[in-house]
Nanobody, 118 residues
Framework: QVHVVESGGGLVQAGGSLRLSCAASRSIFSINAMGWYRQAPGEQRDLVASISTAGNTNYADSVKGRFTISRNNAENTVYLQMNSLKPEDTAVYYC????????????WGQGTQVTVSS
């Protein structure tokens, strides 16, 4: 069963912008933190940004000042606005939702490709 779905990836030139969206289905609830990881080829999956239900945010140093995470708790959605994109931002971006039900777990999306050309 698909619990988390991302959208909004694509190809953009360096310096451009993209906005990623993620929606958690009603099959999971009591969602705590939501956010984004990314994984480039041959690399490990790293945290990009996260946001709590209270709106507290956390960013990787490499994206601070360029990326902004936001969420809508009522809709169980989270967004990642990415500005001033660099070729090194190229990766598959995965959305996650840390939820308590149906079981306490981290639920992942299938990933969306972001490619930044130089």
């Amino acid at each position: 069963q698909v619990h988390v779905v991302e959208s909004g990836g694509g190809l953009v030139q360096a310096g451009g912008s993209l906005r990623l969206s993620c929606a958690a289905s009603r099959s999971i609830f009591s969602i705590n933190a939501m956010g984004w990881y990314r994984q480039a080829p041959g690399e490990q999956r790293d945290l990009v940004a996260s946001i709590s239900t209270a709106g507290n945010t956390n960013y990787a140093d490499s994206v601070k000042g360029r990326f902004t995470i936001s969420r809508n708790n009522a809709e169980n959605t989270v967004y990642l606005q990415m500005n001033s994109l660099k070729p090194e931002d190229t990766a598959v971006y995965y959305c996650f939702a840390n939820a308590d039900y149906p079981r306490r777990d981290v639920y992942w999306g299938q990933g969306t490709q972001v490619t930044v050309s130089s």
